[in-house]
Nanobody, 122 residues
Framework: QVQLVESGGGLVQAGGSLRLSCAASGLTFSNYAMGWFRQAPGKERTFIAAILRSGSTTPFVRSVKGRFTISRDNGKNTVYLQMNSLKPEDTAVYSC???????????????WGQGTQVTVSS
């Protein structure tokens, strides 16, 4: 079955960096767009960014633009989220997802990971 397993979360001070990884199995990784989402306590899950099969990326959510980057390694079936200049408001559970791309750059998210906690202290 398909599995997406996130890692790399933890506790970091404001201004620090973390790199999250999402390792996929049970699917043909290169055939899927990969995305990152986050859910802060008491809030809805929000989209951060996605990287398409082509390697191009969607725009990042405004709150992380310029601080986060997304990349993928198809040889390792892994997608990454590099997070720099972290702020307390970045505290959330971060999840990855795999999705099918459709015309008009739309993506339907088919598979989800369990998430990894990121906590940024002030």
């Amino acid at each position: 079955q398909v599995q997406l397993v996130e890692s790399g979360g933890g506790l970091v001070q404001a201004g620090g960096s973390l790199r999250l990884s999402c390792a996929a199995s049970g699917l043909t990784f290169s055939n899927y767009a990969m995305g990152w989402f986050r859910q802060a306590p008491g809030k809805e899950r929000t989209f951060i960014a996605a990287i398409l099969r082509s390697g191009s990326t969607t725009p990042f959510v405004r709150s992380v633009k310029g601080r986060f980057t997304i990349s993928r390694d198809n040889g390792k079936n892994t997608v990454y989220l590099q997070m720099n200049s972290l702020k307390p408001e970045d505290t959330a559970v971060y999840s990855c997802a795999a999705g099918a791309e459709y015309a008009g750059n739309s993506i339907t998210w088919n598979y989800w990971g369990q998430g990894t906690q990121v906590t940024v202290s002030s």
